[in-house]
């Protein structure tokens, strides 16, 4: 069974600071990983996406993410933090059978001027 | 484009009350789904639909009800509203295996 981990509720960087969130997961097939943010008091949105082509995804806002088979991992990152990235980042996995999503609680991201 | 909507934006409810959480998808995509979010417990997949007339249980669907009688619409029926339903409910659509359109949610609580 698939199962997403989040390492940290809570990850506090400095701004201009490099922003590194983990996630670990658990697929028995070759994976769907996403990241999606959700800014206070609102929905969530894709950030980014890993579908089996390379293995460097880059989405929005200046964030990427590498997955890594052998870690069984898919961290996101971002070079030089801003305050406007300050929110809630959500790692999934999606299902082997269907459209379903696995998500793991989430990290609150803070940052400090 | 309006994606996925949702209403109402907050509603409080007394303890036995019922009340209908609306979505709707402009997207024409086959899959819709609702999840509930608490804090520091990420999203729980409440019910979800593969297309029109066919509706199925994801992980906490005790409580609730879902109808999905045209693609666009996926309404979600609370019956007999606990404190324990406190919560924030996102509908979801998605029409590929890639990712899912959030709405904005529907913050309830129950008192």
């Known amino acids: 069974a698939q199962s997403v981990t989040q390492l940290g509720s809570h990850v506090s960087v400095s701004e201009g600071a490099l922003v590194l969130l983990r996630c670990n997961y658990s697929s028995s097939v070759p994976p769907y990983l996403f990241w999606y943010v959700q800014y206070p008091n609102q929905g969530l949105q894709l950030l980014l996406k890993?579908?089996?082509?390379a293995t460097l995804v880059k989405g929005i806002n200046g964030f990427e993410a590498e997955f890594k088979k052998s870690e069984t991992s898919f961290h996101l990152t971002k070079p030089s933090a801003h305050m406007s990235d300050a929110a809630e980042y959500f790692c999934?996995?999606?299902?082997?059978?269907?459209?379903?999503?696995?998500w793991g609680a989430g990290t609150k991201l803070i940052i400090k001027p | 484009n309006a994606g996925v909507t949702q209403t109402p934006k907050f509603r409080i409810l007394k303890i036995g009350q019922s009340m209908t959480l609306q979505c709707t998808q402009d997207m024409n995509h086959n899959y819709m789904y609702w999840y509930r979010q608490d804090p520091g417990m990420g999203l729980k997949l409440i019910y979800y639909?593969?297309?029109?007339?066919?509706?199925d249980k994801g992980e906490v669907p005790n409580g609730y009800n879902v109808s999905r009688s045209t693609t666009e619409d996926f309404p979600l029926r609370l019956e007999l509203a606990a404190p324990s339903q406190t919560s924030v409910y996102f509908c979801?659509?998605?029409?590929?295996?890639?990712?899912?359109?959030f709405g904005p949610g529907t913050r309830l609580t129950v008192t």
């Open positions: 979801a659509s998605s029409g590929t295996p890639y990712e899912q359109y």
């Open positions: 999934a996995v999606r299902m082997d059978s269907n459209y379903q999503l696995i």
């Open positions: 890993y579908t089996s082509a």
């Open positions: 639909s593969v297309g029109a007339g066919i509706t």
